[in-house]
């Protein structure tokens, strides 16, 4: 288990961190596929955003601290303000 802000992140919270960060990878292609959004490469843009759906998933950026601090939010409903 994993602790941020001195708190215990639930296995819980971390799936649906993983969730929330893989369903934004998916919304920024879709961004791009409505128009709203313009890339100038879509074929690596698209690639590059599976991919780190793919890895958020299987937790692969777990450790990092923006993904520990949504992952307390989530948990806590607290926002922590790492600078001061």
Not at 9 to 16: A, D, M
Not at 34 to 60: L, P
Not at 63 to 79: D, K, M, P, R
Request: hydrophobic share 35%; aromatic share 14%; charged share 30%.
């Amino acid at each position: 288990m994993t602790k941020f802000n001195g708190v215990q992140l639930t296995e819980e919270s971390i799936q649906k961190t993983r969730k929330w960060f893989a369903d934004n990878a998916i919304a920024c292609i879709e961004e791009v596929k409505s128009g709203k959004v313009y890339v100038n490469d879509c074929e690596s843009y698209f690639a590059w955003r599976e991919k780190e759906a793919k890895e958020y998933m299987e937790g692969k950026h777990d450790h990092t601290v923006t993904f520990l601090q949504c992952a307390y939010f989530i948990q806590t409903e607290e926002c922590v303000a790492l600078l001061p």
